[in-house]
């Protein structure tokens, strides 16, 4: 990795001095918006918690009465659940820095994705529950651990819970940015809570296609509502920004898992986020893919999708975002 102290030696994916923010200019968003009007984290936390009531925290609607613990699809309820929290040295280089990025894991997830790789928390629920306090705590233990932000993965089912945790931890001393780390299947009602609270923006665009949503995400209107939070998401934070050192610490950052076979499919993601999001997005496109979850479990049923990518594949995928105007990239070809 390349941590540099001087302007001039930035590392290559935080794309020239347009995307450095100064550190002394830097302050994350939700110590900005608690200093300017404290009482704003209150409002809504109420407007999380009705939310809740007859559940619309995400596009499923579900309206269940998750305040008296009943469940729908995701099988949450009242309280988050926490699979694990640590400093995690494998994501993005401008979020795990040298000292590695506060990952707090929640378990479940709105979606059903066949081929998770994470299904023992997303499907079977493994993690303990944790009230507000709980989850203020391990984020300040995050913090103290030297960890450069605080990373919700998978939040789309909980954010009336992090409303909650979110303004004692800011009573306790949390300091460092804040990253919302999804899969973009978020309701606008989620997306307007966490305007002004969240920093770094941090979605997966999986299919643009909805029938292979159906049939591999379980929610066919999943292209339809990815495509609407990353408007959302990009007008709330803009393009990503960096510090000197290389630091993510404002905007938003894509992530694009290339699937078998869907090279097409990947262009039509580029397309949308260079022509109807900005050429400036900074993207990580990735190779990482591999059968696992229901697609070992039903290899027949999913045979399309139960093998690896290939080399070529993802070159192809690069191409695609290249010709389709993106330049701002994690890796490089």
Same mark, same amino acid.
């Given at each position: 990795?390349?941590?540099?102290? =001087?302007?001039?030696?930035?590392?290559?994916?935080?794309?020239?001095?347009?995307?450095?923010?100064?550190?002394?200019?830097?302050?994350?968003?939700?110590?900005?918006?608690? /200093?300017?009007?404290?009482?704003?984290?209150?409002?809504?936390? #109420?407007?999380?918690?009705?939310?809740?009531? !007859?559940?619309?925290?995400?596009?499923?609607? %579900?309206?269940?009465?998750?305040?008296?613990?009943?469940?729908?699809?995701?099988? =949450?309820? $009242?309280? +988050?659940?926490? %699979? =694990?929290?640590?400093?995690?040295?494998? *994501?993005?280089?401008?979020?795990?820095?040298?000292?590695?990025?506060?990952?707090?894991?929640?378990?479940? %997830?709105?979606?059903?994705?066949?081929?998770? @790789?994470?299904? /023992?928390?997303?499907?079977?629920? @493994?993690?303990?529950?944790?009230?507000?306090?709980?989850?203020?705590?391990?984020?300040? !233990?995050?913090? #103290? @651990?030297? %960890?450069?932000?605080?990373?919700?993965?998978?939040?789309?089912?909980?954010?009336?819970?992090?409303?909650?945790?979110?303004?004692?931890?800011?009573?306790?001393?949390?300091?460092?940015?804040?990253?919302?780390?999804?899969?973009?299947?978020?309701?606008?009602? =989620?997306? *307007?809570?966490?305007?002004?609270?969240?920093?770094?923006?941090?979605?997966?665009?999986?299919?643009?296609? !909805? /029938?292979?949503?159906?049939?591999?995400?379980? +929610?066919?209107?999943?292209?339809?509502? +990815?495509?609407?939070?990353?408007?959302?998401?990009? &007008? @709330?934070?803009?393009?990503?920004?960096?510090? *000197?050192?290389?630091? +993510?610490?404002?905007?938003?950052?894509?992530?694009?898992?290339?699937?078998?076979? *869907?090279?097409?499919?990947? &262009?039509?993601?580029? &397309?949308?986020?260079?022509?109807?999001?900005?050429?400036?997005?900074?993207?990580?496109?990735?190779?990482?893919?591999?059968?696992?979850?229901?697609?070992? $479990?039903?290899?027949?049923?999913?045979?399309?999708?139960?093998?690896?990518?290939?080399?070529?594949?993802?070159?192809?995928?690069?191409?695609?975002?290249? #010709?389709?105007?993106?330049?701002?990239?994690?890796?490089?070809?």
């Amino acid at each position: 990795m390349l941590w540099q102290n =001087s302007k001039r030696d930035l590392p290559d994916y935080v794309g020239g001095q347009d995307w450095v923010l100064p550190e002394k200019e830097f302050v994350p968003a939700y110590l900005k918006l608690y /200093e300017q009007n404290p009482g704003v984290f209150e409002q809504r936390r #109420e407007k999380a918690l009705a939310l809740l009531a !007859s559940c619309t925290v995400c596009p499923r609607l %579900c309206k269940v009465n998750r305040l008296e613990n009943e469940h729908g699809v995701c099988r =949450s309820g $009242r309280y +988050a659940a926490v %699979c =694990s929290a640590f400093p995690h040295l494998g *994501e993005e280089d401008g979020l795990r820095g040298w000292m590695g990025s506060g990952t707090i894991f929640f378990s479940f %997830c709105n979606l059903k994705c066949v081929f998770c @790789q994470n299904h /023992e928390l997303s499907w079977r629920g @493994q993690g303990a529950i944790h009230d507000a306090g709980e989850l203020a705590r391990l984020m300040l !233990s995050l913090q #103290e @651990q030297g %960890c450069h932000n605080i990373n919700f993965v998978t939040p789309e089912h909980v954010v009336p819970q992090l409303m909650e945790a979110i303004p004692p931890a800011v009573e306790m001393g949390l300091r460092v940015p804040l990253v919302y780390n999804t899969s973009a299947y978020d309701s606008m009602d =989620s997306l *307007e809570l966490m305007d002004g609270i969240v920093d770094i923006y941090m979605p997966d665009f999986k299919y643009w296609d !909805s /029938e292979k949503s159906r049939r591999y995400l379980g +929610a066919e209107d999943y292209p339809a509502v +990815a495509r609407q939070i990353f408007r959302e998401m990009h &007008r @709330q934070v803009g393009p990503l920004r960096f510090d *000197e050192k290389g630091l +993510a610490r404002r905007g938003l950052l894509v992530r694009h898992l290339v699937m078998p076979g *869907e090279t097409d499919d990947a &262009r039509q993601i580029f &397309r949308f986020l260079a022509h109807e999001i900005s050429r400036d997005t900074w993207i990580n496109i990735m190779d990482q893919y591999r059968p696992d979850g229901m697609v070992l $479990r039903k290899p027949d049923k999913y045979s399309l999708i139960n093998r690896g990518v290939t080399s070529r594949e993802y070159r192809d995928a690069f191409h695609a975002a290249l #010709e389709e105007g993106l330049y701002r990239f994690d890796t490089r070809v």
